[in-house]
């Protein structure tokens, strides 16, 4: 799939993107409220029947996620068509994820929190009242593409603190919004 590269909006559309326990929900909380944004929880997107194979410990596969990516993209493109902007965690592992995301609009950057597989074991170990189970933490690296140079957005480290991660993250944004 061809996307072209986004515009750069004034109140962008921004995907906290990663595995799951690299700190998307709460990056992206943060982030939204750093930049005066709308947040939206991915997993909310999820249609039950994707939570219960989640809980039963059955990774998604690409059919599972199509209506769940679809409706994010309406989320996305609706804030950008109305100038209003948005951020959501979403994994959007996959390079084909982000495409399908960014073809409700172009103007989509993304944010890549990066952090290692023994890291994320022991959060999702840690975690209560989530419903991705650490035996699906292999499932997320296989899974994973990391963005390309072609694809508008940036990588962090999600080990940082999160005012650290969110102030980096501003600054690529703005650097990105500059460029254009």
């Not at 995907?15 to 709308?38: D, I, Q, Y």
């Not at 990066?114 to 890291?119: N, P, R, T």
Request: charged content about 30%; aromatic content about 6%; proline content about 6%.
């Amino acid at each position: 799939m061809d996307v072209e590269r986004g515009r750069r909006p004034e109140r962008p559309a921004i995907v906290v993107m990663g595995v799951s326990g690299s700190g998307k929900s709460t990056v992206g909380r943060a982030l939204a409220e750093r930049l005066g944004l709308e947040y939206a929880e991915g997993d909310e997107f999820h249609p039950p029947a994707n939570i219960a194979k989640m809980e039963a410990g059955r990774p998604l596969n690409d059919e599972d996620r199509l209506p769940w990516l679809k409706a994010i993209a309406e989320w996305l493109g609706e804030r950008l068509r109305e100038g209003r902007g948005g951020v959501v965690s979403c994994s959007t592992l996959k390079r084909w994820y982000r495409d399908l995301l960014r073809e409700a609009d172009p103007g989509v950057w993304f944010l890549h929190l990066h952090v290692d597989q023994k890291a994320i074991v022991a959060r999702v170990a840690a975690r209560t009242g989530h419903f991705m189970p650490v035996s699906l933490v292999e499932s997320q690296f296989a899974a994973l593409e990391p963005l390309q140079p072609d694809e508008d957005g940036a990588v962090v480290s999600a080990a940082e603190p999160v005012a650290q991660i969110v102030a980096e993250a501003v600054g690529l944004l703005e650097a990105w919004q500059r460029e254009g």
